[in-house]
């Protein structure tokens, strides 16, 4: 029975988190991703145009998946492409011996310029995992039935080194109880329904809740826009700026509290994760952590949301389920 835990390590702004990979015998930085399902890597194919400064996985430790290949999108409209090896991944500990590792051979522009990153390793359902001809495992459904209990867990924090765990829950990393909802598989995501928000002290609710999503690789946190909307009336400065996408507000403001209502509990967002980044560095204007979620179909609980409490992705049951708890 295997259980293991990595670290993830904040970048700047807490823009993604990082974590140790061992694939074949290179070591990478990946960025782990509820949001999506392929483990995929810059690598000895990648264009040094495009993996210039990026560690690379070299596949000569794998095995060709012969005319297996994988294309992604996300919802910022950055890709990857490339064809695909069975290797040996190792994380925390956790050993898959035979893991379909997705090799690069062409990048958009915005993971080339996030050097920091080699690779994203996707913890989402692998229903929507893009191999093709033959979709492929991640790596949690590749060693879940070796781990002591299906599960894993992300505790991120806000400019700190946080952890992901395989395979154990940690009661050290919670307080108080870990509240669980049932979880939609659809649409190949770790979704749920949010029961409502509220802002500030009082119970001022910013409106009924919604289907929303836990994704680890979104920096923010997207809600409906009447939520978004009526969060920021409370904020003097505030404002929707066209030219940025989205809200933003004063560096100096001290945002509201946020609180979310889920599975009738209420987990409270610290106003000051909302005061997000400067729009550029000496800026006194910061983008806002909530942002509308037009658009995309479904609010999104990125990091922004993840680093003020203690998630539990659990699979070990009949059907999947996500906990929260207070960190
Ligand atoms: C298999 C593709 C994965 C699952 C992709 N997932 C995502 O885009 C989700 N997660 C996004 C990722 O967490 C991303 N922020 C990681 C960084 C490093 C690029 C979003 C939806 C929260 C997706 O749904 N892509 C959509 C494109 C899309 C998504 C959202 C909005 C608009 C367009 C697609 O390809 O649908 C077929």
């Known amino acids: 029975c295997q259980t293991g835990e990595v670290a993830a390590d904040p ?3 807490d823009q993604s988190y990082l974590s140790p990979v061992t694939i074949g015998n290179s070591e990478l930085m990946l960025d782990f991703d509820t949001g999506s399902a392929d483990l995929w890597c810059f690598s000895t194919e990648s264009p040094a145009a495009q993996s210039a ?10 095995t060709e998946l012969d005319g297996a290949f994988w294309d992604i999108t996300y ?13 040996k991944v190792v994380v925390g500990g956790v050993t898959a011996t035979k893991q379909a590792v997705e090799a690069a051979t062409s990048v958009s522009y915005e993971f080339t310029e996030d050097v920091a990153s080699d ?8 229903s929507i995992n893009t191999i093709l001809p033959q979709p492929q495992t991640t790596f949690f459904d590749t060693v879940r039935n070796s781990l002591a209990k299906a599960v894993f867990t992300v505790d991120l924090k806000k400019g700190a080194a946080g952890s ?11 307080s108080g109880a ?36 836990a994704d680890t690789g979104t920096s923010l946190l997207y809600l409906p826009a009447s939520v978004a909307k009526a969060y920021y009336s409370g904020i003097q400065g505030a404002t929707f700026d066209f030219r940025q996408g989205g809200y933003t507000i004063p560096c100096s403001a001290t945002p509201p509290d946020f609180n979310v209502a889920i599975g009738g509990k209420t987990f409270t967002v610290p ?14 204007t910061c983008f806002g952590g909530i942002q509308a979620d037009t658009g995309i179909g479904f609010s999104i609980f990125g990091d922004v949301f993840l680093k003020a409490v203690y998630a539990v992705f659990d699979d070990s049951g009949s059907s999947p389920r996500l906990g929260f708890a207070a960190q």
């Open 178 to 213: 870990i509240t669980y909802v049932p979880v939609n598989t659809a649409n190949g995501f770790w979704q749920f329904t949010a029961d409502g928000y509220s802002a500030g002290g009082s119970d001022s609710s910013t409106g009924r809740g919604g289907v929303a999503i």
């Open 119 to 126: 690779g994203l390793l996707g913890l989402a359902f692998s």
């Open 164 to 174: 992901y765990t395989f395979g154990y829950i940690d009661s050290s990393k919670y």
């Open 53 to 62: 400064g990026h560690g690379l996985y070299n596949p000569s430790t794998g």
């Open 271 to 284: 106003g000051s994760y909302i005061n997000y980044a400067p729009l550029r560095a000496g800026s006194s």
């Open 75 to 87: 919802g910022d409209q950055s890709a990857a492409s490339g064809n695909v090896f069975a290797d």
């Open 11 to 13: 970048q700047l702004y």
